[in-house]
T-cell receptor, first 111, second 115 residues
């Protein structure tokens, strides 16, 4: 059975801290891993990772995939209150070409 | 204008009622999906469709049905709503021609409450 496990489930940090969110997976026919940010609305796309060891960066956010150990991390440096959200990891495709989502990590950044 | 739209955005209904949630997209994508999101359970796939003639069950299809009326429209129905179907429902699309990279684009969600 395919599964995607995110940790921690929730996290509270102070502004300026650096956080690392984890995503491990066990899926058949892995093709890509995606990170989404979800505030009080629909998920918005952050990164898609297909190759091992290649870091993707966007401002203070970065992510890397380890296909041998079957995990990915999402780093956020110099956190801001606007980073507060649920971060979703998804792996695809499954047998139906849809995505398998983890339960998410809820991040709260306090002033 | 939003690429993926959902109607209604909020709905409160009673147990036993039939409910239809609608999704429309202007992205020209063949693949469409319906998910529900519950606190602590993440996103779970209900149904997906590769094209107008292709409908597939997801992991939690019981109690739901779908209709793909056109490439741009994918509706989700609850034939007889029950309280544990109270959730946030998302429609999503993806483009299989983009090298089968399954990035998905989400609608704004429909918050459904079944009393």
């Amino acid at each position: 059975e395919d599964k995607v496990v995110q940790s921690p489930l929730s996290l509270v940090v102070h502004e300026g801290d650096t956080v690392t969110l984890n995503c491990s997976y066990e899926v058949t026919n892995f093709r890509s891993l995606l990170w989404y940010k979800q505030e009080k609305k629909a998920p918005t796309f952050l990164f898609m990772l297909t190759s091992s060891g290649i870091e993707k960066k966007s401002g203070r956010l970065s992510s890397i995939l380890d296909k041998k150990e079957l995990f990915s991390i999402l780093n956020i440096t110099a956190t801001q209150t606007g980073d507060s959200a649920v971060y979703l990891c998804a792996v695809g495709p499954n047998s139906g070409y849809a995505l398998n989502f983890g339960k998410g990590t809820s991040l709260l950044v306090t002033p | 204008d939003a690429d993926v739209t959902q109607t209604p955005r909020n709905r409160i209904t009673k147990t036993g009622k039939r409910i239809m949630l609608e999704c429309s997209q202007t992205k020209g994508h063949d693949r469409m999906y319906w998910y529900r999101q519950d606190p602590g359970l993440g996103l779970r796939l209900i149904y997906y469709s590769f094209d107008v003639k292709d409908i597939n069950k997801g992991e939690i299809s019981d109690g739901y049905s779908v209709s793909r009326q056109a490439q741009a429209k994918f509706s989700l129905s609850l034939e007889s709503a029950i309280p544990n179907q109270t959730a946030l429902y998302f429609c999503a699309t993806s483009d299989p021609t983009s090298g089968s990279i399954p990035e998905q684009f989400f609608g704004p969600g429909t918050r459904l409450t079944v009393l």
